[in-house]
């Protein structure tokens, strides 16, 4: 088997598509997600070959159908409205048994939610992954630590020397037990930043709010003038980190063997405009793009896009894609503080202080223009004020998640 490290990233992506807004909807999403869940962890309890192996599986597999947790997750989602992630994660917490399994069967629930899919060719590399993790991903997997006892169908290799981030994108052969580099192999600067960049860009194409190679992710690598961006017409699911382009603030391409994207300049002009901006995301998302193609602003009608954005997501008049004039119209219109707008017959720019910040705004944004667009078709849209709306802004950035150390 030979294929390229995907150093395993814990960042934390949005859902792979919006979660219901309607409880009831939620509700049944999570029933059938975890009905999916353990069907698939019994038909892995079957096929293991070693007591060690059956016994952890079935430690996950009665984890799940802890009746207690699953009440106290049904309570969050159905009684308190809170969102599916946060509910399933919570209601582990709060059952009282910290056991080791019950975790990992929650993220693991999280990740069947969340993660979008690894690369066919990918070589999955972590410090330490559950049984369970290790198993869905269905990939050859690299551990820092030692493997948990499981058959898989792919090479599993535990406490593998020197293994770190910095083995992404390097190109490895595994044959039974014994691990490789042809000819050295292909190591990156910023593995990181450049895994990080190909996780959005999977999300992105997994969420629908790009089709086919169209759209643009990147990064501002911290400490350098540089920035990574994804190639130019590649598809993403196929991309790797060793397939980022670095790209310097002058717009020159300093490091990659592919061409940068055609959207470079825009990428470009929003981190020289804005020191502060560090993660950019253009996409076409259907219905955001649809108010685009009438050259419309977007207004703020949840509270959801209100504590992203605060204000009115403008459109910008339209300009050549690809071109400084495209770039320089979207800065224009963004200003010095808007963190989104839309092309006039084109799509969605999306920027935040991360880059996981700025995909979760160009999600509520194609979520927001779903809203708005049906509410449209039922009646009159209530505007939020603005004076709410930047209420609902500073109190999102202030106190939602978790205390920041």
């Known amino acids: 088997m030979e294929g390229r490290i995907i150093w395993r990233s814990e960042a934390v992506l949005p859902l792979r598509a919006p979660e219901p807004a309607d409880r009831a909807a939620r509700?049944?999403?999570?029933?059938?997600?975890?009905?999916?869940?353990?069907?698939?962890?019994e038909a892995w309890r079957a096929a293991q070959a070693t007591v060690g192996g059956q016994t952890l599986l079935q430690q996950y597999q009665d984890?799940?159908?802890d009746p207690v947790w699953q009440r106290r997750a049904i309570a969050l989602i159905d009684r308190e409205g809170r969102p599916l992630v946060e509910a399933v994660r919570l209601a582990a917490q709060q059952v009282g048994r910290q056991r080791e399994s019950l975790t990992e069967a929650t993220d693991w629930l999280v990740d069947r939610l969340a993660r979008p899919?690894?690369?066919?060719?990918?070589?999955?590399?972590?410090?330490?992954?559950?049984?369970?993790?290790?198993?869905?991903?269905?990939?050859?997997?690299?551990?820092?630590?030692?493997?948990?006892?499981?058959?898989?169908?792919?090479?599993?290799?535990?406490?593998?020397?020197?293994?770190g981030p910095s083995w992404a994108g390097r190109i490895a052969r595994i044959q039974?037990?014994?691990?490789?580099?042809?000819?050295?192999?292909?190591?990156?600067?910023?593995?990181?930043?450049?895994?990080?960049?190909?996780?959005?860009?999977?999300?992105?194409?997994?969420?629908?709010?790009?089709?086919?190679?169209?759209?643009n992710v990147s990064i501002r690598i911290p400490g350098?003038?540089?920035?990574?961006?994804?190639?130019?017409?590649m598809a993403y699911e196929a991309l790797t980190p060793a397939d980022i382009c670095l790209v310097n603030l002058a717009g020159d391409k300093v490091e990659g063997e592919r061409r940068p994207s055609s959207e470079t300049p825009l990428h470009r002009a929003a981190y020289v405009s804005r020191p502060e901006v560090n993660g950019?995301?253009?996409?076409?998302?259907?219905?955001?793009?649809?108010?685009?193609?009438?050259?419309?602003?977007?207004?703020?009608?949840?509270t959801e896009l209100a504590a992203l954005v605060g204000g009115t997501i403008d459109c910008a008049p339209y300009a050549k894609s690809g071109s400084q004039e495209f770039a320089d119209v979207a800065i224009q219109t963004i200003g010095s503080e808007a963190l989104a707008c839309l092309f006039q017959n084109h799509g969605v720019l999306a920027?935040?202080?991360?880059?996981?910040?700025?995909?979760?705004?160009?999600?509520?944004?194609?979520?927001?223009?779903?809203?708005?667009?049906?509410?449209?078709?039922?009646?009159?849209?209530?505007?939020?004020?603005?004076?709410?709306?930047?209420?609902?802004?500073?109190?999102?950035?202030?106190?939602?998640?978790?205390?920041?150390?």
């Open 117 to 163: 899919p690894f690369p066919p060719d990918a070589i999955l590399a972590a410090p330490q992954l559950s049984a369970l993790a290790i198993l869905a991903a269905g990939r050859p997997t690299l551990l820092q630590g030692e493997a948990p006892p499981i058959t898989t169908t792919h090479p599993l290799l535990g406490e593998v020397p020197g293994l």
């Open 176 to 215: 039974d037990d014994t691990l490789s580099f042809p000819q050295g192999g292909i190591s990156v600067r910023y593995e990181a930043e450049r895994q990080l960049v190909c996780e959005t860009a999977w999300a992105m194409k997994a969420d629908g709010l790009v089709k086919l190679t169209s759209g």
């Open 27 to 41: 509700l049944h999403l999570f029933r059938a997600t975890l009905a999916a869940a353990l069907e698939q962890v």
């Open 280 to 302: 950019v995301v253009h996409t076409h998302s259907i219905y955001a793009s649809a108010f685009a193609c009438l050259g419309q602003p977007m207004p703020v009608i949840s």
């Open 224 to 233: 350098t003038d540089l920035f990574a961006i994804t190639p130019s017409g």
């Open 63 to 65: 984890a799940l159908l």
């Open 351 to 405: 920027v935040g202080t991360s880059l996981t910040e700025a995909y979760a705004i160009a999600i509520g944004l194609e979520e927001a223009a779903q809203i708005y667009y049906l509410a449209r078709s039922m009646g009159d849209p209530i505007i939020l004020p603005e004076e709410e709306r930047r209420r609902m802004f500073s109190e999102f950035r202030r106190s939602y998640g978790q205390p920041k150390v």
